[in-house]
Structure formats: structure tokens, C-alpha cells
């Protein structure tokens, strides 16, 4: 366990981007060893061996619709539950698995109201690291009594990477595995910690995507938490989200949304987000014949006014202009469709401290979503 080979079978078969890989891997894990049963999912489940453990299940939900009394199905997916003896037992506890990426609050609620008559019943968020987790997300599970855990890092009692180490095996082939994902594990966090630990805000770059989108993630974190910081008494509700590192330039997203009434109807959401390196505020708007167009621009641009002072006050990010952007209305009768329009892009100025660069964002944040306040 302690001798890292040059070979690796999760590195040789690019087994570890698939986040089903890391299920099964847990999945065994949890099935084969006490010690793991204990502290990944508590004392209660170490000689359970009889515990039955289902991979990647599916059901769907109701959802409402914009119209009124009428209602929809939403597809949910499970990366594990765990039954007591056999899947028709009793449903112990749901693992939600983001190996790749980071929950939104909806996404947990939306498990939460599958879930909501199962008694005696433990949910558990399994993240890369904790140093993603935003801080609408660390509230809702503190609330909602999602237990986290984490693959990193190894000073972590419960997470994968330390628990791994307790492992020993005199099956030489399920000590291979073992052994192998550790290494595997290991490897990618001491790259990720070296990353996260540069003092300057890192510039994006194509080569490192999956890397900078762990960075976009931690830098996320931070930002809510500056946030939380600089105005304690600050009544935005705000959402994160993030595109998974799927994109070619990854990002992340804060967002006022989800059925809240703008002071101007035909906005559906506002938005302040990081492409790679590019910070950029928008707003999601209907596109619709019924929308008026120079109405909407006018309106855009008091906003776009009345935010220009405030802008001077950020000192570690530099202002591009963008041009040839216009609202755009409903290409044909009958098409529904939410356009996004950027009102400001910025870019963090060269060799800012990252530090400084999160203050700026969070205030940058603030400044901008106080104008769209809904009513």
C-alpha cells in the first residue's frame, strides 16, 4: 500500500473518469469489508453481511408545470441503495456518488421527496473533496441531514483515501484492486493539492480541464463563503451550480431562479458564472414575440447603468467589452426558448493573489444580483 508502482490498471484503462467505475468500486468495498461498512456508513452496518446493494437504479417523481394544476415525470437516478437482505427489504440508505461534480440544492430535493417516507433511513453525499462544497449546499445537508463524505483527503477519518489504507486482504487479487485504487486515488490528490495551492489565481488552461474545473469548483466554495463574510446580512438566496467539467471550458454558476418573480416578468433568472477564466454576469430571459424588445434593452442598460460606478471599486479584475450582442426574439410561432444575454465579462488581472481575486468576485456578486432583487 505504501510503494506506488508505474503501473495502474485504473490509470491504463481510463477507468477512473467514469463515475459508474467509482460506484462498483464502493459497492465492492462496502460489500467485503467490515471496516469500511463501519466508518463509511456507521457502527450499526460493520457485521451486516447479509446487507444488499444496488447499483444505479432509476424511478421518476412529479413535477409541476408552469401550468396550473398540471403536472409532469422527472426521471431520478440512484448511484447506490442499500436494502436490508434483498431489494425488497427495507431501503436502509441512498449513497448519491459526485465523483465528477458537485449537487445542486434542487438536485437534493429533489431526492428528498422521493425519500420522504422512508423512516429510519441515511442519506449520504459522497463529493471529490469538501473543499467544493458551496455554502447553499453545506446548509441544505446540514439541514436536511445529508451526512457527507469524501474521497480526499487522507487526514479525513471516514474518507475513501484513509479508509482504503485499513484495508488488508489475503485474497491476493481483491488486494490488487485494492491496492491499485488507492494508488490511483492518491495520485490524483496530491496533483489537485498542488493545484489548489498556488497563491495566484490560475489561468485556464485547455491541457489541465479536468484539473481547472476542481479548481473552479474550490474556487466556487470560496466565493460563497466571502460572500457569507462580507454581508452577513445579505437576503440573497442564490443557487450553485456547475456543468460537470463536460464543456471544453468548464465552469460554475450562481443563480437567482427557480420560480421567483423579477421586477421585470420576462427575466427567468440572473446569473454571475466562471468560464475557465472568464467571469461573466447575465440574465436568462423568455425569448418571445410578446416581449418588448427595445423594452427589455432599455431596461438592461439602467441596470447596466447603475451597477458602472460600483464596478470601480474592483481592483483585481479587468473589464472586456463585448459587442454584437442583441436580445433575441422567437425565430417562429410556437417555439419556446430561454436566451441568456451577458451585461459585463471580466477577466482577473494577471498575477492577482487568489484571495484577492474571490473578494472581488463576491463583491462583484453582490452588486450585480441586488439590482434584480425579486419582489
Known amino acids: ?5 508505474t503501473f495502474n490498471i485504473f490509470q491504463i484503462l481510463s477507468a477512473g473518469d467514469k463515475e459508474l467505475v467509482h460506484s462498483s468500486m464502493l459497492k465492492f468495498l462496502l460489500e467485503k469489508y467490515p471496516i469500511f461498512r463501519k466508518e463509511f456508513l456507521g457502527k450499526e452496518f460493520e457485521h451486516n453481511t447479509q446487507l444488499y446493494i444496488k447499483l444505479e437504479h432509476s424511478d421518476k417523481i412529479e413535477e409541476e408545470t408552469n401550468e396550473k394544476g398540471k403536472v409532469k415525470l422527472k426521471r431520478l437516478r440512484f448511484d447506490l441503495l442499500g436494502y436490508d437482505k434483498t431489494e425488497d427489504g427495507k431501503l436502509l440508505f441512498a449513497i448519491e456518488n459526485k465523483f465528477k461534480a458537485t449537487p445542486s440544492v434542487h438536485q437534493l430535493k ?27 449546499v ?21 474518507s475513501i483515501e484513509n479508509l482504503l489504507k485499513k484495508i488488508e486482504d489475503l485474497d491476493q487479487n481483491k488486494q490488487f484492486i485494492v491496492s491499485q485504487y488507492f494508488e490511483y486515488l492518491s495520485k490524483i490528490h496530491t496533483e489537485l493539492e498542488e ?8 489561468t485556464y488552461k485547455r491541457e489541465n480541464r ?25 437576503n440573497l438566496e442564490f443557487a450553485t451550480y456547475n456543468d460537470g467539467g463536460k464543456n471544453i471550458l468548464p465552469s460554475i454558476d450562481f443563480r437567482i431562479d427557480r420560480g421567483i418573480k423579477f421586477k421585470y416578468q420576462k427575466i427567468r433568472a440572473v446569473s ?33 447603468e447603475k451597477i458602472k460606478p460600483d464596478l470601480d471599486k474592483l481592483k483585481n479584475l479587468k473589464q472586456i467589452k463585448e459587442g454584437g450582442r442583441n436580445i433575441k426574439l422567437k425565430e417562429f410561432e410556437g417555439s419556446t426558448k430561454i436566451s441568456v444575454f451577458s451585461l459585463f465579462t471580466f477577466k482577473p488581472i494577471d498575477g492577482k493573489l487568489k484571495q484577492d481575486v474571490v473578494n472581488d468576485c463576491a463583491n462583484l456578486l453582490n452588486m450585480y444580483f441586488k439590482y434584480f432583487k425579486p419582489e
Not at 500500500?1 to 508502482?5: I, L, V, W
Not at 422512508?118 to 463529493?127: C, I, P, R, T
Not at 493545484?195 to 490560475?202: A, M, V
Open 1 to 5: 500500500m505504501e510503494t506506488e508502482s
Open 110 to 136: 429533489d431526492y428528498d421527496k422521493y425519500f420522504n417516507n422512508h423512516q429510519d433511513f441515511a442519506k449520504y453525499l459522497l463529493v471529490y473533496n469538501k473543499k467544493q462544497i458551496p455554502s447553499d
Open 138 to 158: 453545506d446548509d441544505y445537508c446540514t439541514k436536511e441531514n445529508w451526512i457527507i463524505r469524501s474521497y480526499f483527503p487522507l487526514e479525513d477519518t471516514h
Open 195 to 202: 493545484y489548489l495551492d498556488k497563491e495566484n489565481f490560475i
Open 210 to 234: 479536468e484539473l481547472h474545473f476542481r479548481y473552479l469548483l474550490h474556487i466556487q466554495k470560496l466565493i460563497s463563503i466571502k460572500h457569507l463574510d462580507l454581508y452577513p446580512n445579505s
Open 272 to 304: 454571475f458564472g466562471v468560464d475557465g477564466d472568464t467571469i461573466k454576469t447575465s440574465v436568462f430571459y423568455d425569448r418571445d414575440n410578446k416581449v418588448n424588445k427595445r423594452e427589455l434593452e432599455q431596461y438592461l442598460q439602467e441596470v447596466k
